[in-house]
């Protein structure tokens, strides 16, 4: 069960914080949200590179409510997004509640447990790399793959009150086709994001790295019920590049979901393909799936 869930909830996305406009009375619609989003991963809005690739610090938060638990953790990721030419490649690097990493380079999928001293090896050649694979056709095979056309692969609408209380935009996306164990996912949308991309004006960078070491942040009431995802989180992360998402949570069929938000994002830093491949340390016990209920 520990394995399933913190494997699901590493293939999600994202958040992050951003220096506040000035207050402006700007017509906000749903198409523009959306397209705040899109163009941010497809073309770059009002002059900026579209996002390629980005690090970041990440909290998550995964909640059974069958269970009555609440699983958090935080550590530190790095992503290269699909291309017509290359598949999604992640790292994603565990500090709590326990250490282990989680691998990919579109290919072969590593999680390693070096307490175990194991790693689990999957081939997701099928999922991401299989042949004929175009993320402008299939981005709906994966969320991340599929950021520049959520319009298509979702059908979106305003969550709840539109806006949470910081007034960004929340966002309720419903799969177009099935998704694996997948019910929806809600999107906090940077209301910074938005106003640059209506108005034209240039992306803000985030303020001054916090000094406080850091620390897990306090849960917040709901998924998105904080006045701003980092609001109360001043020891978490740094200064961050501009970027559309605050927060993502998915909920799955079981009623089951994991918020993550990012921090001190970088975006387009060039991550080499060899980023996104794991050397077995000697002496870690190599595991596949198929094996775990063969005798021995």
């Known amino acids: 069960m520990k394995h399933r ?9 994202l958040g992050l914080t951003v220096t506040s406009h000035a207050a402006q009375q700007v017509n906000v619609g749903l198409n523009d949200v959306i397209a705040t989003i899109e163009k941010s991963f497809k073309a770059g809005i009002n002059g900026q ?11 998550q938060r995964t909640l059974l409510p069958k269970d009555g638990r609440e699983l958090r953790g935080d550590g530190v ?4 997004l699909a291309t ?3 598949p999604l490649m992640f790292r994603f690097q565990y500090y709590r509640p326990y250490q282990q990493e989680i691998i990919s380079d579109g290919n072969s999928l590593w999680i390693y447990h070096p307490e175990n001293r194991e790693v689990i090896l999957s081939d997701v050649s099928s999922a991401y790399n299989r042949p004929g694979f175009n993320p402008d056709r299939d981005s709906a095979v994966n969320f991340l793959q599929g950021l520049g056309r959520i319009s298509k692969d979702f059908r979106i609408n305003f969550a709840g009150g539109r806006n949470d209380p910081a007034g960004n935009y929340v966002l309720e996306l419903t799969p177009r086709r099935a998704m694996l164990n997948t019910r929806r996912i809600l999107i906090v949308v940077s209301r910074d994001c938005v106003l640059s991309y209506v108005t034209g004006a240039t992306p803000l960078v985030n303020g001054p790295p916090p000094t406080k070491p850091r620390v897990l942040p306090p849960a917040p009431r709901t998924p998105f019920a904080t006045p701003a995802p980092f609001a109360a989180m001043p020891a978490f992360g ?6 559309p998402l605050l927060s993502t949570t998915m909920e799955d069929l079981d009623g089951n979901s994991t918020t993550m938000e ?3 994002i970088k ?6 393909d060899s980023d996104f491949s794991f050397m077995i340390p000697p002496g870690i016990q190599v595991v596949k799936p198929s094996e775990r209920n063969q005798p021995r």
């Open 5 to 13: 869930i913190v494997l699901l909830t590493s293939l999600l996305f």
């Open 262 to 264: 990012f921090a001190g």
């Open 84 to 86: 017509a030419g290359s």
């Open 49 to 59: 590179a579209p996002v390629s690739d980005f690090t970041a610090d990440f909290f």
């Open 77 to 80: 990721v790095s992503v290269k």
């Open 238 to 243: 740094g200064t961050s590049d501009p970027f």
């Open 267 to 272: 975006t387009n830093t060039r991550l080499a």
